[in-house]
C-alpha cells in the first residue's frame, strides 16, 4: 500500500432542486461500512495510510461535498475525512460557488460543525446555478477542482442535482483536455485529476427519489405536518369543522400519505393514484358516514400536485367548495407551505444524515477510475449504494408514467413500502367499515375467503407512544375482515378478571396521536393466572390473541406457549407488536415508541448544549431509560452530538471514565467548550449517575463544571411521532392479516386448535423486511437475565459516535455496503 495525502473539498449544491431541506437524523443499521480497517492516522500527519488508490503516491485526490440543507450528513463528512488525515473544505452556496471559487471554497475544521446538528437549513448556504447547466459554467468548475487537486465529489441533493454532478463526471475527460489546450491547467495536473468520483446523497422533503426508503428531510417535513395536523384537530372538533390540508408534494405524494395514515385522515389525494371518476359522491359519502358514526370532524390531505384520472389539478379549494355545496359543512383550508421546510431536524433525519454521510466518505475511498457514480441509499435498516443514474432513470419513469396516465406503473415503480403504505390506507379509509344495529354488526365488506372469528387485543408491559395507534389499526382491520374484535383493559391480569369489552368503529375513533396506553397495560405475566385466563377464553371465545408490548409481552408470549401443555384453551394463535422505549424486544430492530422516546431525548439534549454552550466550561451528564438496552442513550448521543455515551452491552471501567474526562478537559481548550455525556440507567450498577457526575465534578474542577440530568419517565409520554404512529399502523394491519389467516389455518373439528411453534409470533422488522418469528426460536437469542437480544445491530454504530466525537479509535468496516443495483434492491427491500 501507497501513502496519499488526500485532501477532501465540501460543497453544498441545490441545483435544479426544488427543496431547501432540514437538516438530518426514526436510522438504520450499518452505517460505515466497507472492506477495509481504517486506522486513525498518527497525530501531525495528513498522511492516509493503507489506502493504495492511485499509481502516484504524489498524487493529491480531493472528496468534495454538495450539501442540500443536510448539515449532519456536512458534519459527518467533515469530521470522518479529518479522522482519516484529510483537509476537509467548504464550497458555500452549492454549484455556483463551484463555478465561482476563490473564497467561496473555504477549509473546514473540527469546531467549524459543531452545534450544527440541531440547525435546519444548511448553515454553508444554497442557490440555483444557470451557469453550470451550460458547458462554460462547468469548465469554470472543472478548473477550479483541478487547481486545488479535487477528484470526488460527494453530491447531496435532489435528482436534478445529482444528474447534474454525473454530467460533470461524463464530460470531465474533455473539461481536462479543453483546459489543458487553452492553458490554464498543466499536462501534470490533468494527469492527477484524470478521473472524478461521484457519491450521491439524497435530500428532498418529498421523498421522490426511487432507490432509497427515505431521503433525508422527509421526516423532519413529518413531523411538521404533524404539529400543524394535531392542533387543527382540536379546532376542528370544537367546532364540528371539515378542514383541507395542503402539503408539498407536486410530484410524489408520499407526505400527504403517511400523514394521512398517521392522523386518520379521512380522505388523502396523491399525484400517483388519482381518485376514481365518481371521487367528489365516494368523498362525500365518506364524510357523511363518519359524522353519522359520532365524530365532530373531517380531515382530509391534500398534496400539491393532486389531480384526477385525466390529468386535471384537484386543488384544495376545489375540495373545499364541493364539501360546502353538498353537505354544508363548515369547512376550511389550510395550505402548509414552506413550514414544512423548516424547524429543528427530526432524531431519524441526523442520524439518516450522519450515516449516509460516513459511508459516502466510505465509498469515495474505495473509489477507483472505473467505480460507476453511486448513490448512498437506506433500505429498511441498512445503508446500501446503488447506481447513481440507475435511480435517477427510475425516479424520472414514475414521471413519465404519470404524465402517460400509466398511474399502477407509477405506483410500482415508486417501490413496495409505498404499495404498502397505500393498501393499508385504502383499507382503513375506503373500505366501508361495520355499521352496528342493536347488538349485531351487519358487516358491509368482508374479507375475501376469510370466516368471521373473535380476536382480542391488549397491551402489555409499561406504556409507549403508538401503543393506540397500533391498537386502532388492528380492531379496524379486523372488523373490516368481519371478525369480532374484543380489547383487553389492563394486560393479562386485565384478561385474567375479565376487563373485556367489545370494540367497535368508532370506539378506536382518534386514538392515532394520542400517547400512552388507552386500554391500560400492566407488567403482570399470565403464568400465575392461567386457569383464569383459561376461563376467559372460553367464556369470550377469544380465537387469537394480539399483544402489543415490550420484553413483557414476549415474555408473556414464551409462558402462553408453555401453558398450552396444560389448557388446551391456551392453544390459540397470538402474535406479538413490539411496543416499547427501550427497544429491547428479540426478533425486531426497531419497536413501535421508541422513536417517540429518542426525540423527546433529542429536544431536551439540545436545549440542554444550548445552556451549556452559553455558560461554558460545562458537562451535562444526562440518564436515559432503557433497562440494560442501551439503544436509546447510543442514538441519542449520534442524534444529539454526545461526547460519551454508557450503555451496559459495552463494559467500561475506571481507566475508561478517566480516557473520558481527559478529552473533555481537551475539548475545553478548543473553540467548543461544553460536553454532553449520556448514561443509560443500568450500565453498570457501581458506576452510577452520581458516581459518574461526582467524578467529572471532582476531576474537572478549575476546568470545567458539571451537571446532571435525570429524564425519567418523560420519554414515556408524549404523542407520537409520524414514525412510531405510521409504523404502529402498518404493524397492526400486517398482524390482524396474519391471525385471520393462521386462526382459520387452524381450525379443526369445529373448533380453535393451534398448538404448532409458528402459530405464537412476534412480527418484527429484521433489516429489510417484517417478518413473522416463532417466540420459541427466539429463545436462543434472548439475555433473559438483562432483558435484551443477544446481538443487536445499532452496536456497529457505536464507533461512529466515538468518531465523531473526536476520540482516536479504529473504524471496522469490514462488512461494507455493496453496490447493487436498483431492480435487485426493490425486490428485497423493506414492506414497511
Not at 429463545?779 to 464507533?799: A, C, G, S
Not at 471496522?812 to 427491500?829: M, P, Q, V
Request: glycine letters at 10%; hydrophobic letters at 40%.
Amino acid at each position: 500500500m501507497r501513502k496519499v495525502e488526500l485532501h477532501l473539498k465540501l460543497f453544498i449544491s441545490v441545483i435544479q432542486s426544488r427543496q431547501l431541506v432540514r437538516t438530518p437524523q426514526r436510522t438504520a443499521e450499518e452505517a460505515s461500512t466497507s472492506s477495509m480497517l481504517i486506522q486513525k492516522p498518527p497525530s501531525g500527519t495528513d498522511a492516509l495510510k493503507n489506502l493504495d488508490t492511485v499509481d502516484d503516491p504524489d498524487t493529491v485526490e480531493g472528496i468534495s461535498i454538495f450539501a442540500n440543507g443536510m448539515n449532519a450528513a456536512v458534519r459527518a463528512v467533515v469530521r470522518v475525512g479529518i479522522y482519516t488525515g484529510a483537509r476537509v473544505f467548504f464550497v458555500h452556496e452549492g454549484y455556483q460557488g463551484l463555478v465561482d471559487g476563490g473564497d467561496n471554497i473555504r477549509e473546514a475544521t473540527w469546531e467549524s460543525v459543531s452545534m450544527m446538528l440541531q440547525l435546519g437549513g444548511t448553515v454553508i448556504g444554497s442557490a440555483r446555478c444557470k451557469d453550470f447547466r451550460e458547458r462554460e459554467g462547468r469548465l469554470r468548475a472543472a478548473h477550479n477542482l483541478v487547481k486545488r487537486g479535487i477528484t470526488n465529489l460527494c453530491v447531496i441533493g435532489g435528482d436534478g442535482s445529482l444528474t447534474g454532478a454525473d454530467t460533470f463526471r461524463s464530460e470531465w475527460s474533455d473539461l481536462l483536455s479543453d483546459l489543458q489546450k487553452s492553458g490554464k491547467i498543466t499536462a501534470e495536473e490533468a494527469t492527477k485529476s484524470s478521473y472524478l468520483n461521484i457519491v450521491g446523497l439524497v435530500g428532498s422533503i418529498d421523498n421522490d427519489f426511487c432507490g432509497t426508503d427515505m431521503t433525508i428531510g422527509t421526516d423532519s417535513a413529518l413531523h411538521r405536518i404533524i404539529e400543524i395536523v394535531d392542533a387543527i384537530t382540536t379546532t376542528a372538533q370544537s367546532h364540528q369543522r371539515t378542514f383541507v390540508l395542503e402539503v408539498m408534494g407536486r410530484h410524489c405524494g408520499y407526505l400527504a400519505l403517511v400523514t394521512s395514515l398517521s392522523c386518520g385522515a379521512d380522505w388523502v389525494f396523491i399525484p400517483e393514484c388519482p381518485p376514481d371518476d365518481d371521487w367528489e359522491e365516494h368523498l362525500c359519502r365518506r364524510l357523511s358516514e363518519t359524522r353519522n358514526r359520532g365524530s365532530r370532524l373531517n380531515i382530509i390531505i391534500v398534496a400539491e400536485g393532486a389531480i384526477d384520472k385525466s390529468g386535471k389539478s384537484i386543488s384544495s379549494e376545489d375540495i373545499k367548495n364541493l364539501v360546502v355545496k353538498r353537505l354544508g359543512y363548515d369547512t376550511r383550508v389550510t395550505v402548509l407551505g414552506h413550514v414544512q421546510r423548516g424547524g429543528t431536524p427530526s432524531a431519524f433525519d441526523r442520524i439518516l444524515g450522519s450515516r449516509m454521510g460516513v459511508e459516502a466518505v466510505m465509498a469515495l475511498l474505495e473509489g477507483t477510475p472505473d467505480t460507476p457514480a453511486c448513490v448512498v441509499s437506506l433500505s429498511g435498516n441498512q445503508a446500501v449504494r446503488l447506481p447513481l443514474m440507475e435511480c435517477v432513470q427510475v425516479t424520472k419513469d414514475v414521471t413519465r408514467a404519470m404524465n402517460e396516465r400509466k398511474f399502477d406503473e407509477a405506483m410500482k415503480l415508486r417501490g413496495r413500502s409505498f404499495m404498502n403504505n397505500w393498501e393499508v390506507y385504502k383499507l382503513l379509509a375506503h373500505v366501508r367499515p361495520p355499521v352496528s344495529k342493536g347488538k349485531e354488526a351487519h358487516v358491509l365488506f368482508l374479507w375475501e375467503n376469510l370466516g368471521s372469528y373473535t380476536v382480542a387485543v391488549m397491551n402489555v408491559g409499561a406504556p409507549a407512544a403508538g401503543m393506540n395507534a397500533a391498537v386502532r389499526s388492528t380492531v379496524r382491520i379486523g372488523l373490516i375482515q368481519g371478525n369480532r374484535v374484543l380489547v383487553v383493559h389492563d394486560g393479562f391480569e386485565g384478561l385474567a378478571k375479565g376487563q373485556i369489552e367489545e370494540a367497535g368503529w368508532s370506539y378506536v375513533g382518534g386514538w392515532t396521536g394520542q400517547g400512552g396506553s388507552k386500554l391500560g397495560t400492566k407488567r403482570t405475566l399470565p403464568k400465575k393466572s392461567f386457569e383464569q385466563i383459561s376461563a376467559n377464553i372460553t367464556k369470550f371465545n377469544i380465537q387469537g390473541l394480539v399483544l402489543i408490548g415490550g420484553f413483557e409481552a414476549y415474555t408473556g408470549g414464551l409462558e402462553l406457549m408453555e401453558g398450552r401443555k396444560l389448557y388446551d384453551e391456551l392453544c390459540i394463535p397470538f402474535v406479538v407488536i413490539p411496543a416499547t422505549v427501550s427497544n429491547n424486544v428479540p426478533g425486531s430492530d426497531f419497536s413501535v415508541g421508541a422513536d417517540t422516546a429518542l426525540n423527546t431525548i433529542c429536544m431536551t439534549c439540545d436545549r440542554i448544549k444550548q445552556s451549556a454552550a452559553g455558560t461554558k466550561r460545562r458537562v451535562f451528564i444526562i440518564e436515559t431509560m432503557g433497562g440494560y438496552c442501551g439503544y436509546l442513550a447510543t442514538m441519542a448521543g449520534l442524534a444529539a452530538g454526545a461526547d460519551a455515551a454508557y450503555i451496559f452491552e459495552e463494559p467500561f471501567t475506571i481507566r475508561d471514565l478517566q480516557v473520558n474526562v481527559e478529552h473533555l478537559v481537551q475539548k475545553m481548550k478548543t473553540t467548543v467548550k461544553r460536553g454532553l455525556v449520556l448514561r443509560n440507567e443500568k450500565c453498570n450498577e457501581n458506576y452510577t449517575t452520581d458516581f459518574i457526575f461526582n467524578l467529572y465534578s471532582e476531576e474537572g474542577k478549575g476546568v470545567f463544571d458539571s451537571r446532571k440530568n435525570v429524564l425519567g419517565h418523560m420519554q414515556q409520554g408524549g404523542s407520537p411521532t409520524p414514525f412510531d404512529r405510521n409504523f404502529a399502523t402498518k404493524m397492526g394491519a400486517k398482524a390482524m392479516n396474519w391471525m385471520s389467516g393462521k386462526i382459520k389455518e387452524s381450525y379443526r373439528n369445529g373448533r380453535i386448535f393451534a398448538n404448532t411453534p409458528d402459530s405464537g409470533c412476534v412480527l418484527g422488522m429484521r433489516k429489510r423486511a417484517l417478518v413473522f418469528q416463532p417466540v420459541t426460536e427466539l429463545k436462543e437469542q434472548t439475555d433473559f437475565e438483562h432483558r435484551i437480544p443477544k446481538e443487536q445491530w445499532w452496536l456497529k454504530l457505536r464507533p461512529i459516535l466515538k468518531i465523531l466525537a473526536k476520540y482516536e479509535i479504529d473504524l471496522d468496516t469490514t462488512e461494507h455496503a455493496h453496490l447493487e443495483h436498483i431492480s435487485r434492491k426493490r425486490s428485497g427491500e423493506a414492506n414497511v
